[in-house]
Nanobody, 122 residues
């Protein structure tokens, strides 16, 4: 599965961004799709997971209530809507997939997209 993440940018604290994860050649509906982030000097952190085929979702405590993940099957795209952004949300964000048919959380993440930078600063 080849993935491409996009939608990052510079936003002020309290602002919003929507990230997109698209795939060419694979139907994301049948996979668990995760969003991760990594800030400089920090370990990679799991942010969210969605599995379209069973509707399962989960969120890290650090983003619960502010971030929402969703899928658009017609566009073969998974989104991460990020609201009420904080400076500590600054990181490179990545999307990843499981093997086909897994729910959230999957046993492993096998394909990764390139990251998109999110910077929250005034």
């Amino acid at each position: 599965v080849q993935l491409q993440a996009s939608g990052g940018g510079l936003v002020q604290p309290g602002g919003s961004l929507r990230l997109s994860c698209t795939s060419s050649g694979s139907t994301l509906h049948y996979y668990a799709i995760g969003w991760f982030r990594q800030a400089p000097g920090k370990e990679r952190e799991g942010v969210s997971c969605i599995s379209g085929h069973d509707g399962n979702k989960y969120y890290a405590d650090t983003v619960k209530g502010r971030f929402t993940t969703s899928g658009d099957d017609a566009k073969n795209t998974v989104y991460l809507q990020m609201n009420s952004l904080k400076p500590e949300d600054t990181a490179v964000y990545y999307c990843a997939t499981s093997t086909v048919g897994q729910s959230c959380p999957p046993t492993s993440w096998v394909s990764w997209g390139q990251g998109t930078q999110v910077t929250v600063s005034s």
